[in-house]
């Protein structure tokens, strides 16, 4: 929202608007309108803080001030906006806005969102299709946050308004085969003065698409000062089966049963599914503090999930791939010299980021992984049920048993008032090897509580005879079990008001039956000073493990008060042009102060850097950094140094996938998905697409990979046209089609190019031919005129040609036209010379 200050002009900062029956998100826009704002704040109240004698001195209708009073908004009519339901990114789609910026939920919106269309209507559109169905009247708990810098609508829906999955997609492509290989392999090293430090990771996913089977293998590596190590997350065969309405995988697979806990196994499990889960990963967001540069590892089920490189600063993971909806997160934040921490995201924090889907789960299998007292892997079988109860609530029992071992669990959610969402979870285990029983339970609950505050909290305890499958037939006595969590507790807010800007604070405390706990505070505010932004964050951390043991590196060695202190940081960025941004910020961390400033800027479509300099007050050490990403089209490129005056560290990451199918081998700048294509411009390369997964480009045979397809919904492909050559063009620019999952889709696009060329043709004198000569080509069909000295325009010029020329004096003369074979594309039309002979 924009806010007259005492100058007259605007400050403008994020925030939460409320709509006819709807919550929405503006965020900030830069308009071209700042230089109108003049000084006395009297001056400025009939046009809402702009001066209206100077709008209409430039031009510029007065009307435009009450238009911009407000928060930023979308203009009015149809843009092309990315389309988010529920944290899932379903591409592009067409929306359309009224004149107050607010999204009108159009039946083609409604289709690919995968939700239901109400009865009611708000506003009658030109044609049927284009009417605007009060969604929101219909189901009052929709937030709908609108992101007009960032063209994108992000709508987080109850589960009741969703449309049932349509099992075989109706007219959805099946079928397809594709080989693919996807890659990230991040590294650092450290060199000082006494040694040097190194570290690589790698993660690579191999498989294929055969008649919608899904084969897939995932594996990392990590090389830590020479010490080597690899983790197998899995490796399994899947398909959708609409006879079962359920999904099968088989092979070395991760449980998903929403009532237990995740656990790898060997062996098969079936499982509902629709359009709720998404290829790409969950709507769970992880965010953190590095307080150097920093790798970051999340795990779930004791398994490595995900890895990442991030500088210093805030960082925030989304789509992450999660194995299942019930087990924690571990998060691991390792600096890359030396130090660090670790945190725990709670399942019951997840909430209506992992939805239920309604159906039937079966698992069963050895367990993988349990290596506790090297015993035999059990083999273990769990299945469960999950039922709707009206259009609000769902109810779920299951039953898992191995050799001596066994538990029995519930979950349930609603909502209340349609606005209030509450979930629980509820579990019985007995290990009979060890003669304890026990119980866990959590409970979770989330809500808008008002058009600008959102709340969630959750609660998790378990008795000390509580087990999993693998802590079955462990002693008591053990310590591994006393480490073990005996209650948790997490709670969010978030808060965002027009004058003083958005707040954001998430609480998690958790205590082990051995006496420690463990708390970790996450905070952060940010305002919108008419473009420049500022920001204030605090990370807090109580107790816990105790971090790595650190190298011994003069003044990077710290203590575990650093590592599990409070952590703060200023920073401002302010815009200069562009996608051009000077970020200077100050940072506490235990006792050190640190101040720093960066440039960043966005050089095009590919190419991205920043630089910095940075000193610690204390010590009075400086450092300078730079980093630079680029996308060169068929992979993703990530190099960045920082040296200070004890040593000098260089990062990389270099990520894509690869394809192979009938056609060859194509290279793609991201990793590829379940469902996936090629697409193909004539033989036309550097083309850049649009597509639901990112902009691509094709390659010199005129292809490139859709790296990512949602299943059984609508996807647009749509070429620039803009990167066609000048002599190239498409008879139709954009394709819309349905994919199954597992499917592998191949879109062509039909490319027509036209030779053109510029003649200046003269008689067999040397004379130009005079101005409005007619020029015939064969069977006398009338092609153009000749213009003023003997310039002769000739369009689609495709081979060798005879025309003939009709002289005003009655003669004529022939021309002969025999173009060379090789032409630029990127020309728009060639030019010669001609001589017109004498018939």
């Known amino acids: 929202m924009r806010t007259v200050d005492k100058a007259g002009c605007f400050n403008q900062s994020a ?85 107050e910026g607010q999204l009108c939920f159009t039946p083609g919106l409604l289709e690919k969102a995968g939700l239901r269309v109400p009865a009611m209507v708000t506003r009658q559109g030109i044609a049927r299709d284009q009417a605007c169905h009060d969604f929101v009247g219909e189901y009052p708990a929709t937030l709908v946050r609108l992101s007009p810098g960032s063209d994108e609508v992000s709508l987080v829906v109850p589960t009741q308004s969703m449309r049932e999955f349509e099992w075989g997609g109706g007219n959805a492509s099946q079928g397809g085969m594709a080989a693919l290989f996807n890659y990230d392999v991040q590294g650092f090293e450290d060199r000082f003065n006494s040694g040097s430090s190194r570290s690589v990771s790698a993660y690579t996913e191999a498989g294929f698409n055969l008649g919608n089977w899904i084969v897939r293998s995932r594996q990392f590596y990590i090389s830590d000062n020479g010490k080597a190590s690899s983790e197998h997350v899995n490796a399994y065969a899947q398909r959708d089966f609409a006879g079962l309405r359920s999904t099968f995988q088989v092979g070395q697979i991760s449980s998903n049963n929403p009532v237990f806990g995740g656990l790898q196994l ?10 709720s889960r998404a290829a790409g990963g969950s709507a769970v967001v992880v965010e953190g503090l590095a307080r150097s540069p920093s790798r970051v590892e999340v795990r779930q089920s004791g398994v490595l999930i995900h890895t990442t490189l991030v500088p210093e600063g805030p960082f925030s993971l989304t789509d992450l791939p999660l194995l299942n909806g019930t087990s924690d997160l571990e998060v691991n934040v390792i600096g890359t010299r030396g130090g660090g921490h670790s945190f725990r995201v709670p399942a019951a924090s997840f909430g209506a980021s992992v939805p239920v889907v309604p159906g039937y789960f079966f698992s069963m299998g050895k367990v993988r992984g349990a290596t506790l007292d090297e015993r035999e892997p059990p083999v273990v079988a769990m299945a469960s049920g999950t039922w709707g109860l009206g259009r609000s609530s769902s109810l779920g029992f299951g039953l898992l048993s191995t050799d001596e071992y066994q538990a029995a669990g519930g979950t349930w959610s609603s909502v209340f008032f349609q606005r209030l969402a509450v979930g629980g979870r509820h579990n019985l285990s007995r290990d009979g090897s060890g003669n304890v029983s026990g119980a866990r339970s959590s409970i979770s609950l989330s809500s808008p509580l008002s058009a600008s505050l959102e709340a969630n909290l959750s609660a998790t305890r378990q008795t000390r005879g509580y087990r999993e499958v693998t802590e079955a037939g462990l002693s008591s006595a053990r310590d591994d079990l006393d480490a073990r969590f005996k209650n948790q507790y997490t709670l969010g807010l978030s808060w965002a008001d027009p004058l003083l800007g958005g707040f954001s604070i998430s609480y998690s405390h958790s205590a082990q039956f051995d006496g420690q706990s463990a708390e970790h505070v996450f905070a952060s505010w940010n305002r919108d000073f008419s473009g420049t932004q500022v920001s204030l964050i605090a990370d807090s951390r109580v107790g816990g493990a105790r971090p790595r043991k650190e190298r011994n590196i003069r003044r990077h060695e710290r203590n575990d008060a650093l590592e599990t202190g409070l952590s703060l940081r200023l920073q401002v960025t302010m815009p200069f042009g562009g996608e051009r941004r000077v970020t200077s910020y100050a940072s506490r961390r235990g006792g050190e102060v640190e101040f720093g400033s960066a440039f960043s800027d966005r050089v095009n479509d590919y190419v991205n850097y ?142 027509v190019k036209v030779r053109r060329l510029l003649l200046e043709v003269r ?65 728009l039309y060639e030019t010669g010379s001609a001589v017109c002979r004498a018939q």
């Open 610 to 751: 920043e630089v910095g300099v940075a000193r610690e007050q204390t010590s009075g050490d400086q450092s300078v950094q730079g980093r630079v990403n680029a996308i060169p089209r068929y992979t993703q490129v990530g190099l960045g140094m920082r040296r200070d005056s004890f040593s000098t560290s260089y990062t990389g990451q270099l990520q894509g996938g690869v394809v192979a199918h009938e056609r060859g081998v194509t290279f793609s700048p991201y990793a590829v998905q379940d469902t996936f294509g090629i697409v193909s411009v004539g033989d036309v390369g550097a083309v850049k697409v649009a597509t639901p997964q990112g902009p691509v480009w094709t390659d010199y045979r005129g292809q490139a990979v859709i790296a990512g397809l949602p299943a059984y919904l609508n996807s647009n492909v749509e070429v620039q046209t803009r990167s066609l050559p000048k002599r190239v063009d498409l008879k139709n620019g954009t394709k819309a089609l349905t994919a199954g999952r597992g499917s592998f889709n191949t879109v062509d696009f039909e490319v």
């Open 15 to 99: 925030s939460f608007f409320r709509a006819p029956g709807s919550l929405a998100y503006g965020s900030g826009i830069v308009i071209g309108l700042a230089s109108l704002c003049s000084g006395p704040a009297h001056a400025l109240e009939l046009g809402e803080g702009f001066d209206l004698a100077v709008l209409s001195a430039n031009g510029i209708d007065p009307k435009v001030a009450h238009y911009f009073r407000s928060a930023a908004r979308f203009r009015e009519g149809v843009h092309v906006v990315g389309l988010r339901v529920n944290g899932n990114p379903l591409g592009l789609v067409e929306a359309r806005f009224d004149y």
């Open 763 to 827: 008689d067999e004198q040397g004379r130009p031919l005079p101005q409005g000569a007619s020029v015939f080509g064969p069977d006398n069909a009338f092609l153009t005129s000749v213009v003023g000295e003997g310039m002769v325009f000739l369009n689609n010029l495709d081979e060798s040609q005879t025309l003939s020329v009709s002289l005003p004096d009655s003669t004529s003369c022939v021309l002969q036209l025999n173009p060379e074979p090789e032409t630029d594309d990127d020309k």
């Open 266 to 275: 060997s062996g098969l499990q079936l499982f509902p599914d629709g359009q």
